[in-house]
């Protein structure tokens, strides 16, 4: 008798932690019940894919949704609509907002908010301060908690730790793998004689490569100190990867789809400060590193920092400009556009977005299409080309730096927990998203 399931997806080259082929995925309960040549099943929904691709859900494990207190630029709500239009399946959220996320009450706040609002599945960074190192240990492992996030150098927000002892104190308390904004603050404040009012090409030049690798390497040397395990978020110079590509045992690498997408100083003279970001956007040469770090193996995830703000706030004349971008509804489409030229393979982009963030963090049940794994899919048409346009841009802040960008390759629906939330650019709802559970938490 033939076995029956909740839902089919039928004829697609499913890429996963073995290799690519064509397979049939049957779902059952929210997650992979049966995976290969499924002739004789049946289900009341079937999905005929063939001709597509279905990756292991996409893990987005930087963007900022800027929920409580900036909700004029965006909320778990619209960010988690924009993931999932993407096909982004789960994202880790940051904590500078308003009030910050450094305690284990404004952390169960986010979760209730989120919780079946947010169309994809979440989990939350708590900040580390100076305030709340005693209480680290009982933060990392909180129902929806990433871990934690430490800012070394003055970003969006008020969370800001650079001094030596407390960076020393935080690092000696983590357990799980925390992540960090690696920028040397002191010598940002020592060169903001260089930005040129008016010129958002001068940012670059004031946060150099240099404040960076700084920061870089006192958090690398406190990792090996206290044997700890720490995330650089996203690195934007070929001195850092050079550094790192030495220093494995215990730091993670982060790059950005923007960092290997744009350089100086073309985007600024296009995009002005729609461009401005931290880490900065830098030239050729930088971007040029990083992709090889990635070709190398060193890069260990790819992250969007989706960090919206207003076109009030972005139009500010530089340096009041506020820095960030949009990019978890582009991250997919415009790393498939760098697969299908060639820059890296299909199998390197599903291990950068969905097995590594499950090897890094220890995510319970994500990042691979197998026996008893969530049922998160990101279903792909790689031949598909699209422009992408500020007007599908469900972010509430309406932009994105890649307006009027053709690219090749396009999600084209996104499941999570075997809910069906999106289908040809179209959001289905209700929205089912749940805490992210960790091996590592409670």
């Known amino acids: 008798m033939a076995e029956t399931f909740d839902l089919l997806v039928r004829g697609a080259t499913v890429v996963n932690h073995d290799g690519a082929g064509v397979r049939d995925i049957a779902i059952a309960g929210g997650r992979i019940a049966a995976l290969g040549q499924l002739s004789a099943a049946t289900a009341p929904e079937v999905i005929d894919a063939r001709g597509l691709h279905v990756l292991p859900g996409v893990i987005d494990t930087q963007v900022h949704f800027r929920e409580p207190g900036l909700t004029h630029k965006e909320d778990l709500e619209t960010g988690s609509r924009a993931a999932v239009l ?3 399946t789960a994202v880790f959220e940051m904590p500078n907002t308003k009030p910050l996320t450094t305690t284990a009450a404004t ?3 986010k979760v209730v908010a989120a919780r079946h609002r947010m169309f994809c599945d979440f989990a939350f960074y708590v ?22 996030k430490v800012f070394m150098g003055s970003s969006t927000g008020d969370l800001l730790v650079d001094d030596a002892p407390s960076l020393d104190r935080i690092i000696a308390r983590i357990s799980r793998r925390a992540a960090f904004h690696a920028e040397d603050e002191a010598r940002l404040i020592a060169r903001q004689g260089e930005r040129r009012a008016g010129d958002p090409a001068s940012h670059p030049v004031w946060r150099d490569p240099e404040a960076a690798l700084i920061a870089t390497k006192q958090l690398v040397g406190l990792a090996e100190k206290h044997r700890r395990r720490v995330h650089v978020l996203h690195i934007s110079t070929a001195e850092e990867m050079a550094f790192l590509g030495d220093h494995r045992a215990w730091a993670s690498v982060e790059v950005t789809p923007h960092h290997l997408t744009l350089e100086a100083p073309d985007c600024y003279q296009r995009l002005g400060t729609y461009a401005q970001m931290n880490p900065p956007v830098r030239d050729a040469r930088h971007r040029a590193a990083i992709w090889a770090a990635l070709n190398a193996g060193v890069v260990d995830v790819l992250g969007s920092d989706h960090a919206p703000h207003t076109r009030e706030e972005k139009d500010h004349a530089y340096p009041a400009s506020h820095s960030g971008m949009t990019g978890v509804q582009t991250f997919v489409p415009i790393m498939l556009d760098h697969v299908n030229a060639g820059r890296l393979s299909l199998a390197r982009l599903v291990d950068l977005t969905s ?6 963090f220890g995510l319970a049940g994500k990042g691979r299409i197998a026996l008893g794994y969530d049922a998160d899919l990101t279903i792909v048409d790689l031949a598909r080309t699209e422009t992408i346009t500020n007007a599908q841009a469900a972010s509430r802040c309406g932009w994105t730096p890649y307006d009027g960008v053709k690219v090749k390759g396009w999600s084209v629906a996104t499941f999570v927990r075997g809910h069906q939330v999106m289908r040809d650019g179209a959001i289905l709802g209700p929205a089912p998203g749940e805490p992210v559970r960790f091996h590592e938490a409670g």
């Open 355 to 360: 097995a590594g963030p499950q090897r890094l």
């Open 86 to 88: 993407g096909g982004v």
């Open 127 to 148: 900040g580390g301060t100076r305030e709340n190192i005693d209480e680290i240990p009982a933060l990392e492992r909180l129902e929806g908690s990433a871990g934690i």
């Open 107 to 109: 952390l169960a706040a």
